[in-house]
């Protein structure tokens, strides 16, 4: 639900009662995953999206009710085969949303006001919901900083905040969206509680390397993506404002030694178009090492087979090598730069959301992937996402 924080937190602090009506679990194919989140304010505006339409009209009046009773509700949308007007998803899933009112009397709108003020900022920050519990506790928040310092909280024993911090932390650093379940006491073999935590973090970078036409139309279509975008070229008469006008940042440097002195995590691309080696080779040599989501880099096969010589001859090990995503992009037939930035974007999205990169029509692959617990499946249950 924070990627609503702008409007809401206007709406806070113009004084506006809120009602937020948040998915936050998923049985089976759903039109929007854990987080996606409805709003409605106490003059009748409504912003976001639960389903894209299939039970939005009881949600909304779900949150109505919740801004005149200020009653916490856990509602279960999903197929009823005994009743064929019952409203539910056309996709045969099922969804739970929790409605939570934030109004005046709201003994946590203090802690909603700063979740919000932080994601709204820009700043890492998040926010975990009881979603299972006994009544008095539904809808709880407590907020949760990169420090581990923590706001708001539950009546009880100090550990069971403590705990809930430190599971929403683990959450936070990870940039993930998700639940957890804890005893009463606060201790982890216990699931009298569920909480649903939604993370903010800092939108990914994505770094350009070669400002060609080809950069330029990725730029546009990263932004489109949500990605804080920078091109770096060692080239001043082309890495220009004029060029680039929706790039973030602008760099002017040897490709290797910006990406050596800049920050780097692992939600962050990196995309190899200049295809001179040159500049490739020192570049790749660097990225390759380095642990982000993505390398990509673009030239031809023959390009391709003559970079990774050089490669090979830098030192790189084959499994290093293995990491890098050449020719870039998924095979689209695209030509112009539009089409081939919509193909570099496919791809890095299919190795994101662990996509095929198939066409669904006549495949029975999942139309809704869920990366972060195939990833948590095959590598065990303390697995970093």
């Given at each position: 639900m924070l990627d609503l924080a702008d409007a809401l937190h206007r709406w806070l602090a113009e004084g506006r009662d809120v009602a937020v009506a948040t998915v936050v679990a998923v049985d089976g194919s759903a039109p929007r995953g854990p987080g996606a989140a409805l709003a409605v304010d106490s003059q009748?505006?409504?912003?976001?999206?639960?389903?894209?339409?299939?039970?939005?009209?009881?949600?909304?009046?779900?949150?109505?009710?919740?801004?005149?009773?200020?009653?916490?509700?856990?509602?279960?949308?999903?197929?009823?085969?005994?009743?064929?007007?019952?409203?539910?998803?056309?996709?045969?899933?099922?969804?739970?949303?929790?409605?939570?009112?934030?109004?005046?009397?709201?003994?946590?709108?203090?802690?909603?006001?700063?979740?919000?003020?932080?994601?709204?900022?820009?700043?890492?920050?998040?926010?975990?919901?009881?979603?299972?519990?006994?009544?008095?506790?539904?809808?709880?928040?407590?907020?949760?900083?990169?420090?581990?310092?923590?706001?708001?909280?539950?009546?009880?024993?100090?550990?069971?905040?403590?705990?809930?911090?430190?599971?929403?932390?683990?959450?936070?650093?990870?940039?993930?969206?998700?639940?957890?379940?804890?005893?009463?006491?606060?201790?982890?073999?216990?699931?009298?509680?569920?909480?649903?935590?939604?993370?903010?973090?800092?939108?990914?970078?994505?770094?350009?390397?070669?400002?060609?036409?080809?950069?330029?139309?990725?730029?546009?279509?990263?932004?489109?993506?949500?990605?804080?975008?920078?091109?770096?070229?060692?080239?001043?008469?082309?890495?220009?404002?004029?060029?680039?006008?929706?790039?973030?940042?602008?760099?002017v440097d040897w490709p290797h030694r910006y990406l050596r002195r800049t920050e780097t995590d692992g939600r962050t691309v990196l995309c190899v178009l200049t295809h001179d080696a040159k500049f490739d080779v020192p570049l790749l040599t660097v990225a390759l090492r380095l642990p982000v989501a993505f390398v990509g880099a673009m030239g031809s096969r023959r390009t391709h087979e003559d970079r990774n010589r050089r490669l090979r001859e830098a030192g790189l090990t084959a499994r290093e090598l293995a990491r890098l995503r050449s020719p870039i992009g998924l095979d689209l037939g695209a030509r112009t730069p539009e089409e081939t930035a919509l193909s570099i974007a496919a791809e890095i999205i299919a190795i994101r959301q662990g996509g095929t990169g198939v066409p669904l029509t006549g495949s029975r692959t999942p139309i809704h992937h869920d990366a972060h617990q195939r990833r948590s499946d095959q590598a065990g249950p303390h697995a970093a996402a």
């Open positions: 009748g505006t409504v912003i976001g999206s639960v389903s894209g339409g299939c039970v939005e009209a009881a949600v909304h009046d779900l949150c109505a009710q919740a801004l005149q009773d200020g009653q916490v509700v856990l509602e279960r949308f999903g197929p009823d085969p005994e009743d064929a007007f019952a409203v539910g998803l056309t996709c045969g899933g099922a969804i739970e949303v929790l409605v939570t009112p934030i109004r005046a009397d709201t003994p946590g709108r203090q802690v909603w006001a700063a979740a919000l003020a932080a994601a709204a900022g820009g700043a890492a920050a998040a926010l975990a919901l009881v979603t299972r519990g006994p009544a008095e506790l539904l809808g709880r928040p407590l907020l949760v900083h990169p420090d581990g310092s923590y706001e708001g909280g539950f009546d009880g024993p100090a550990a069971l905040n403590r705990a809930v911090a430190d599971e929403t932390r683990a959450l936070l650093d990870a940039g993930r969206t998700g639940t957890f379940a804890l005893a009463e006491s606060g201790a982890r073999c216990g699931s009298a509680l569920t909480l649903f935590v939604a993370s903010s973090v800092p939108p990914p970078r994505m770094i350009i390397f070669g400002a060609v036409d080809f950069a330029a139309a990725l730029v546009r279509t990263a932004k489109l993506l949500g990605y804080h975008v920078t091109v770096c070229d060692a080239r001043p008469v082309f890495a220009t404002r004029a060029r680039f006008p929706e790039a973030d940042d602008l760099v």
